[in-house]
């Protein structure tokens, strides 16, 4: 579904992303593991058409057959949201802190479709169920700073789904949150793959996150992927010396394992 | 069972516990403009001692009351009812002069030192800046003691003219690891201190700070809501919720059979690496 080829980006004489090169199929769970820095923020920007403008790029990336950099603008936005689409780090940021939660998952149904006022707020509320936020009629009528972390992330996922795009870019979707709510969100993400096939890049630096989650992992160093295949045989024998040593880092982390959990 | 077996021993060993805490209560009021304030329970009835040179863990999900407890005891916040002993003195209702001397012995470092640091600062300027206020040690001595300090965290003398603005990440939580130590602290609090961190970086400070507990016995208090962080960290472990301590004990005790609901979800939410190196284990 999704391909990307020799992709390199670059600000000024700053590489950040080289020849990246991946295949992403229907229903996948992909995560892409890397410190901070090595470009994997750059890559879902990539991903989306949205670098900023002083960003040179080069290869290919190719969605359904469609040559992303060759579209005009106008089909680009098209597919950002309804094909495409993306869930951010921090959940009290991406969302606008003056509008109701209700009102923004609109806008993004009212963007793509010409549905009635009810219809829209129908379908906005149908969202936040299936996302399994419990009140639904409260957190509609919320601002953004009245939820919790956990129920603001579930909006954003919500908003991702808006336009049931066949791709989810999750950008460190739990790196805020609690770890009880951090194991919710990778629960509900699994939920959604799976009852609407819907492919996953997930973004994180923590290895431990993809064990029981992802198909297979992309681990990006310095703007490169320097390893990619399934995710038991990655983290038991790592290739590449920075994978070696976050596997290592957690093996040692992981030695109170020994007390039987 | 094996490996905290060695730091428990030696909590057994020394008897008196460090900082003693009795009956902490700390209640904040939400204002409203036109419906009644509202009190939050941040703190309940808080008792718990931690002992001289273990590794103390605070877990609890966010809104807990894990950092009102460290605010509370290092002073920086007052309580409504309670006693903070530290060593043989009560914190509380102290003069300032004599809790400004008490507090070099107390260092807090907060969850993004990025933040916590003035940028403007050069590195040796902010490792110097607590032993100034303190009055500690001549104008001549701070400077070497700093650069001491810095050296102890693994931040090289080249680093000191830089401005912090121009530091790494894990740089920066170093630097603020070198400033706590500058004034030989007994008890050193970390909020949150890691959660930041690329997971390599983590792993080196957690071994620097696990060395220089050896080297310098000191006590630290751990506040995260990382279970994985605290498996071969700390020694004992207390869980919060809702302001009340629901949990508490050895580490390998309270995460083998945890008896609080709390406790089992938060086991239960940790990602599970273990399995995987079960898995190699086995292969």
């Given at each position: 579904m999704l391909q990307v080829r020799n992709l390199s980006v670059s600000f000024g004489s700053t590489d950040?992303?080289?020849e990246i090169s991946f295949d992403l199929k229907r229903g996948e769970i992909v995560g892409l593991l890397g410190e901070s820095g090595s470009g994997k923020s750059t890559l879902a920007l990539a991903l989306l058409r949205v670098?900023?403008?002083d960003a040179r790029v080069s290869g290919s990336i190719t969605f359904d057959g469609r040559d992303l950099f060759t579209l005009s603008e106008r089909q680009m936005r098209r597919l950002r949201g309804a094909a495409i689409s993306i869930i951010f780090q921090e959940p009290g940021l991406a969302?606008?802190?003056?509008?109701r939660v209700g009102t923004q998952i609109t806008e993004v149904l009212r963007a793509h479709n010409s549905w009635s006022r009810r219809r829209l707020r129908d379908e906005a509320a149908a969202l936040l169920a299936q996302v399994e936020l419990p009140d639904v009629n409260r957190i509609f009528n919320s601002y953004p700073h009245e939820l919790s972390g956990g129920e603001a992330q579930r909006v954003l996922i919500a908003q991702a789904l808006v336009c049931s795009p066949a791709l989810v870019i999750a950008d460190e979707p739990t790196a805020s949150l609690d770890s009880t709510i951090q194991a919710e969100i990778l629960a509900l993400l699994v939920k959604l793959r799976r009852e609407k096939n819907l492919s996953l890049l997930f973004i994180t630096h923590n290895p431990a996150l993809l064990v029981?989650?992802?198909d297979w992992v992309i681990v990006m160093c310095r703007g490169q992927i320097v390893e990619q295949g399934a995710v038991p045989a990655i983290f038991r024998r790592p290739v590449h010396e920075f994978t070696q040593a976050l596997v290592s880092s957690m093996n040692a982390r992981a030695m109170g394992g020994s007390v039987g959990i | 069972m094996t490996s905290p077996s060695a730091s428990v021993a030696r909590v057994e060993a020394?008897?008196?516990?460090?900082l003693r805490l009795r009956g902490l209560t700390k209640t904040y009021r939400q204002r409203h403009l036109w419906r009644e304030d509202r009190p939050i329970h941040a703190l309940e009835n808080i008792n718990l001692e931690i002992p001289a040179a273990s590794a103390f863990a605070l877990v609890g999900e966010s809104g807990s009351g894990k950092s009102t407890l460290a605010m509370c005891i290092a002073q920086l916040e007052a309580l409504d009812a309670g006693e903070v002993w530290f060593k043989q003195k009560q914190l509380t209702g102290l003069s300032s002069d004599e809790l400004r001397h008490q507090r070099a012995k107390i260092q807090l470092i907060f969850q993004s030192s990025a933040l916590a640091l003035?940028?403007?600062?050069t590195t040796i300027e902010a490792v110097t800046e607590p032993l100034e206020i303190q009055g500690s040690a001549e104008r001549s001595q701070q400077r070497e003691i700093a650069l001491e300090c810095m050296r102890l965290t693994g931040l090289t003398p080249e680093l000191a003219q830089q401005r912090i603005l121009t530091l790494s990440g894990g740089q920066r939580q170093r630097l603020a690891i070198a400033r706590a130590l500058t004034l030989s602290p007994e008890l050193l609090m970390f909020d949150e201190s890691f959660s930041g961190l690329d997971l390599i970086v983590q792993a080196q400070v957690l071994r620097l700070l696990a060395s220089l507990q050896k080297s310098r016995s000191l006590t630290y208090l751990l506040i995260t809501h990382d279970l994985s962080l605290v498996i071969g960290f700390a020694s004992h472990l207390a869980v919060m919720q809702s302001g009340r301590i629901v949990e508490s004990g050895a580490v390998s005790e309270v995460l083998a059979h945890p008896q609080h609901a709390h406790t089992q979800a938060l086991i239960a939410a940790m990602p599970k690496w273990p399995t995987l190196q079960a898995a190699e284990s086995g292969a």
């Amino acid at each position: 579904m999704l391909q990307v080829r020799n992709l390199s980006v670059s600000f000024g004489s700053t590489d950040v992303l080289s020849e990246i090169s991946f295949d992403l199929k229907r229903g996948e769970i992909v995560g892409l593991l890397g410190e901070s820095g090595s470009g994997k923020s750059t890559l879902a920007l990539a991903l989306l058409r949205v670098l900023p403008s002083d960003a040179r790029v080069s290869g290919s990336i190719t969605f359904d057959g469609r040559d992303l950099f060759t579209l005009s603008e106008r089909q680009m936005r098209r597919l950002r949201g309804a094909a495409i689409s993306i869930i951010f780090q921090e959940p009290g940021l991406a969302l606008n802190p003056v509008l109701r939660v209700g009102t923004q998952i609109t806008e993004v149904l009212r963007a793509h479709n010409s549905w009635s006022r009810r219809r829209l707020r129908d379908e906005a509320a149908a969202l936040l169920a299936q996302v399994e936020l419990p009140d639904v009629n409260r957190i509609f009528n919320s601002y953004p700073h009245e939820l919790s972390g956990g129920e603001a992330q579930r909006v954003l996922i919500a908003q991702a789904l808006v336009c049931s795009p066949a791709l989810v870019i999750a950008d460190e979707p739990t790196a805020s949150l609690d770890s009880t709510i951090q194991a919710e969100i990778l629960a509900l993400l699994v939920k959604l793959r799976r009852e609407k096939n819907l492919s996953l890049l997930f973004i994180t630096h923590n290895p431990a996150l993809l064990v029981n989650f992802a198909d297979w992992v992309i681990v990006m160093c310095r703007g490169q992927i320097v390893e990619q295949g399934a995710v038991p045989a990655i983290f038991r024998r790592p290739v590449h010396e920075f994978t070696q040593a976050l596997v290592s880092s957690m093996n040692a982390r992981a030695m109170g394992g020994s007390v039987g959990i | 069972m094996t490996s905290p077996s060695a730091s428990v021993a030696r909590v057994e060993a020394s008897t008196a516990p460090l900082l003693r805490l009795r009956g902490l209560t700390k209640t904040y009021r939400q204002r409203h403009l036109w419906r009644e304030d509202r009190p939050i329970h941040a703190l309940e009835n808080i008792n718990l001692e931690i002992p001289a040179a273990s590794a103390f863990a605070l877990v609890g999900e966010s809104g807990s009351g894990k950092s009102t407890l460290a605010m509370c005891i290092a002073q920086l916040e007052a309580l409504d009812a309670g006693e903070v002993w530290f060593k043989q003195k009560q914190l509380t209702g102290l003069s300032s002069d004599e809790l400004r001397h008490q507090r070099a012995k107390i260092q807090l470092i907060f969850q993004s030192s990025a933040l916590a640091l003035n940028p403007r600062f050069t590195t040796i300027e902010a490792v110097t800046e607590p032993l100034e206020i303190q009055g500690s040690a001549e104008r001549s001595q701070q400077r070497e003691i700093a650069l001491e300090c810095m050296r102890l965290t693994g931040l090289t003398p080249e680093l000191a003219q830089q401005r912090i603005l121009t530091l790494s990440g894990g740089q920066r939580q170093r630097l603020a690891i070198a400033r706590a130590l500058t004034l030989s602290p007994e008890l050193l609090m970390f909020d949150e201190s890691f959660s930041g961190l690329d997971l390599i970086v983590q792993a080196q400070v957690l071994r620097l700070l696990a060395s220089l507990q050896k080297s310098r016995s000191l006590t630290y208090l751990l506040i995260t809501h990382d279970l994985s962080l605290v498996i071969g960290f700390a020694s004992h472990l207390a869980v919060m919720q809702s302001g009340r301590i629901v949990e508490s004990g050895a580490v390998s005790e309270v995460l083998a059979h945890p008896q609080h609901a709390h406790t089992q979800a938060l086991i239960a939410a940790m990602p599970k690496w273990p399995t995987l190196q079960a898995a190699e284990s086995g292969a």
